[in-house]
């Protein structure tokens, strides 16, 4: 049976992030591409507001490392119309920053090949500094999640296992560490750090593989909706599905939904 897939489709931690929290999410948003515009939070302004403010911040610390003047960003930190920008932009600075000696390599995207898969990631830093390779993750959430459940997440699977393996297509004298840091601006001083070795490598492989065998060989009628109800609160299609119509409060956007809108987002930044 041939896959329901698009030709040389792209593997992200967003997209199987998506699968696994419901199947028939990943079905609408990326076989069938349903734009289904409903509210993903109660407070839809003020989400738009967090999200911008996060990019905006993404941006301004992408320009720091590019080696633009730290001086001329703080000002335009302080001239942003939410005041979070400068507070989150000085806590890098006075931070994360400071330990960055080495090779950077900003907002730097990784594909490699799985058992004939495509499987992307995009970094918001790659940093190698003495044989050790850092993944940093910028995050603006509200509340910082437990680093258990962070671990259980695909994103900590995916980024170092592409990058893992792009190590091992290159000729090294010796085989680099590779850490993964999750920054939260909640708790600057206090960063989530994952270390990488081959056994977690040879796990993380098996798993995402067969993620993307099941998703490639998956019928129309396996995309099943999800058994958690609560997940729907936040999902652009509950409407579609005739579930939890009402939307999530804001203030109950908790660790875990980290990351339960990236796939929404990427919704809404593609065509």
């Not at 199987?16 to 990326?30: G, I, S, T, V």
Request: charged share 25%; proline share 5%.
């Amino acid at each position: 049976m041939p896959s329901l897939l698009p030709d040389k489709f792209i593997f992200t931690q967003s997209n199987l992030q998506a699968y696994l929290n419901c199947k028939a999410r990943f079905y609408l948003r990326y076989v069938e591409r349903f734009l289904w515009p409903a509210p993903a939070l109660e407070d839809v302004q003020a989400f738009e507001r967090d999200r911008l403010a996060g990019s905006r911040f993404h941006q301004l610390v992408h320009q720091y490392l590019l080696g633009l003047s730290a001086e001329i960003l703080s000002r335009n930190a302080s001239n942003d119309p939410d005041p979070r920008i400068k507070q989150w932009f000085e806590l890098f600075t006075h931070t994360v920053s400071k330990d960055l000696s080495g090779q950077l390599w900003p907002e730097h995207t990784l594909t490699t090949q799985l058992d004939g898969f495509i499987l992307s990631a995009k970094y918001d830093l790659l940093h190698e500094n003495d044989q050790v390779l850092t993944i940093y993750d910028w995050k603006t959430s509200r509340k910082k999640p437990s680093k258990a459940w962070l671990a259980a997440q695909l994103q900590s699977k995916v980024f170092p296992l592409v990058l893992a393996q792009e190590i091992d297509t290159q000729t090294r004298a010796e085989k680099a560490v590779i850490r993964m840091v999750y920054w939260e601006v909640t708790e600057p001083t206090n960063p989530i750090v994952f270390e990488y070795g081959s056994s977690k490598e040879e796990q993380d492989l098996e798993l995402i593989t067969a993620i993307m065998r099941e998703i490639q060989s998956s019928p129309a009628a396996d995309f099943v909706r999800t058994d958690d109800i609560q997940r729907c609160r936040y999902c652009v299609y509950r409407t579609y599905c005739n579930r939890l119509p009402e939307t999530a409060a804001l203030e109950d956007y908790l660790s875990d939904t980290y990351l339960a809108l990236e796939d929404e987002l990427e919704l809404l930044n593609t065509d």
